[in-house]
């Protein structure tokens, strides 16, 4: 399955926020949206980082709550792994399972298309995964 199909299903909004907003106002988006990390970009297109509850927990425990007056672009991750539309799955779980991170922003040439998170790949492995056992559990039976 690609990331394609996966965007046909949940649709491809993207919560993004300026690089020049606060990490207090990260935090707001972020807890009133439920999600884990945001795509910064100045224009809601272009990817110029992403911040995510770690990078959040980190600036807290380095410089205490002042930290949420700070900028979202001194905290983000500025090298994103993107993906595109055509990506596998599979390639997507070793992505993110190499990288240590759980959210990967698809990208159509300079600009984002959606985002994927380690949530809606694994909804759909074990979609996927539930399909292969019907499959082998009839062909049994059938045998
Ligand atoms: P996450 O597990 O996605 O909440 O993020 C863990 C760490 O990886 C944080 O420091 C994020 O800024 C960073 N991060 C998240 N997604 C990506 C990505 N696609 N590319 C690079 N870094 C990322």
Redesign the pocket.
Known sequence: MSVRHILAEKGNDVVTIAPGASLGEASALLASRKI??VVVSADGEKVS???????II?AVSQEGGAALEAKVSRY??A????CGRESEIDHLMQMMTD???????VVEGESLVGIIS?GDVVKRRLAQVEAEREALKDYIASA
């Not at 980082?49 to 990078?55: A, H, P, V, W």
């Not at 990288?99 to 922003?105: I, S, W």
């Open positions: 884990g990390a980082g992403i911040l995510s509850e770690r990078d980190r983000m991750t090298n994103v792994v993107t990288g240590k991170f759980r959210h990967v922003p380690i």
